[in-house]
């Protein structure tokens, strides 16, 4: 058995989690998340505990089946306490601001980068070179973080980029001068 998809999921009072066929659908105070798992997978409400099964052991169901009961946790999860990534900005003039519901980013380009929060994402500028994106769905909040990421990634010369708050630049020494050619 799967050590990970053998675990119950236990749901808080104040979340709601429905299940019909391989769509599952949880409720909370964050939001509603809702996802379609896999058809083979036996997912089962008892009283306050969701529980997953695999139909056989075979190879294609044990690794669905740690898959499935994770990210049903995380949508559980994601409607309680919601998920966030902390992204730094570094380099000179480099900076983030928001307008309304536009994250507006100075990285060094000749215009400023634009971007939209997509629904259901949110994103705090607490200070002008930290960004924290939050949202309900782990996926979403990821994808949106590396999106931003990926507009001027750390170099490592330098260290100039956006960088996880997390993640360490390995930093290469620079050019030396040209030694013995004349």
Do not use: W
């Not at 008892?46 to 695999?54: A, S, Y």
């Not at 294609?60 to 409607?79: A, F, I, P, Y």
């Amino acid at each position: 058995m799967s050590r990970i998809g053998k675990m119950p999921i236990e749901i808080p009072a104040d979340v709601n989690v429905d299940i019909k066929d391989s769509i599952v659908t949880v409720k909370g105070p964050k939001g509603t998340l809702t996802k379609e798992l896999h058809k083979d997978m036996i997912i089962k409400k008892d009283g306050t505990k969701v529980i997953v099964e695999r139909p056989s052991d075979s190879k294609m169901h044990r690794s669905l089946h740690g898959l499935t009961r994770t990210l049903v946790s995380n949508m559980v999860d994601g409607v309680t306490k919601g998920f966030e990534k902390t992204l730094e900005i570094n380099g000179v003039g480099y900076r983030a601001q928001k307008q309304g519901k536009k994250l507006v980013l100075t990285l060094g380009y000749s215009h400023p980068v634009e971007m939209d929060e997509p629904d259901g994402i949110s994103v705090d500028v607490p200070t002008p070179n930290k960004l924290i994106v939050k949202g309900c769905d782990k996926q979403e909040v990821g994808e949106f973080a590396a999106k931003i990421r990926i507009k001027r990634p750390p170099e490592v010369y330098k260290g100039k980029g956006i960088k996880y708050d997390y993640e360490v630049i390995r930093r290469k020494e620079g050019k030396t001068g040209a030694k013995g050619k004349k």
